[in-house]
């Protein structure tokens, strides 16, 4: 049950585009299509973002996109705006029926 | 609207127990599998345990098994984490959460706070 591997932190200006990656094994994100991302502000719950890997929730700006490739997926985030400055996590179904998260990447906008 | 209110946490010492609940409205709380997932002050999110609908089926993370157990009563659209033998480790909010199947969370309550400190 080890962590998914995001970096630390990302950074982008108003406007540009940024892609955070998710790196786990063929046993939770090489093996599902059962990747999830949220976004938690600071002393908020976290929010779903994206789930099986490229499906947003109604209500989510589709300046947010996901894909997978192998063992990695990524969160790509579109015309960068101040209100997404935050902290993302990914999370993957596993093979033990288990799940896991990230250890998340602080998004700053500059 | 889907709810989710967790309740119950507070300070324990080392050692002890406690009992986390989760009041559900708004959706049919029997048709979902139900998470808790948990985050230590300052620290990232780490899923804790997952309940099937009808409760037959329960599965957790390493750290807690043997001390956690996950219940959930489905005429009063309750959720439950009884935790035992608690660690200062599990100082954290804990959040309860629906499960879409198989692998996103959904919906999030607010959190609960534990503190275990002597």
């Known amino acids: 049950q080890s962590a998914l591997t995001q970096p630390a932190s990302v950074s982008g200006s108003p406007g540009q585009s940024i892609t955070i990656s998710c790196t786990g094994t063929?046993?939770?994100?090489?093996?599902?299509?059962?990747v999830s991302w949220y976004q938690q502000h600071p002393g908020k719950a976290p929010k779903l973002m994206i789930y099986?890997?490229?499906n947003r929730p109604s209500g989510v700006s589709n300046r947010f996109s996901g894909s997978k490739s192998g063992n990695t997926a990524s969160l790509t985030i579109s015309g960068l705006q101040a209100e997404d400055e935050a902290d993302y996590y990914c999370?993957?179904?596993?093979?033990?029926?288990?799940?896991?998260f990230g250890g998340g990447t602080k998004l700053t906008v500059l | 609207e889907v709810q989710l209110v967790e309740s119950g946490g507070g300070l324990v010492q080392p050692g002890g127990s406690l009992r986390l609940s989760c009041a559900a409205s708004?959706?049919?709380?029997?048709?979902?599998?139900m998470s808790w997932v948990r985050q230590a002050p300052g620290k990232g999110l780490e899923w804790v345990a997952n309940?099937?609908?009808?409760?037959?089926?329960?599965y957790y993370v390493d750290s807690v098994k043997g001390r956690f157990t996950i219940s959930r009563d489905n005429a009063k659209n309750s959720l439950y984490l009884q935790m035992n033998s608690l660690r200062a480790e599990d100082t954290a909010v804990y959040y309860c959460?629906?499960?879409?199947?198989?692998?996103?969370?959904?919906?999030w309550g607010q959190g609960t706070l534990v503190t275990v400190s002597s």
């Open positions: 099986d890997v490229s």
């Open positions: 063929s046993s939770d994100v090489g093996g599902y299509n059962y």
């Open positions: 959460a629906r499960r879409y199947p198989l692998g996103c969370l959904d919906y």
């Open positions: 309940i099937k609908q009808d409760g037959s089926e329960k």
């Open positions: 999370s993957s179904y596993t093979s033990s029926s288990t799940q896991v």
């Open positions: 708004g959706f049919t709380f029997s048709s979902y599998w």
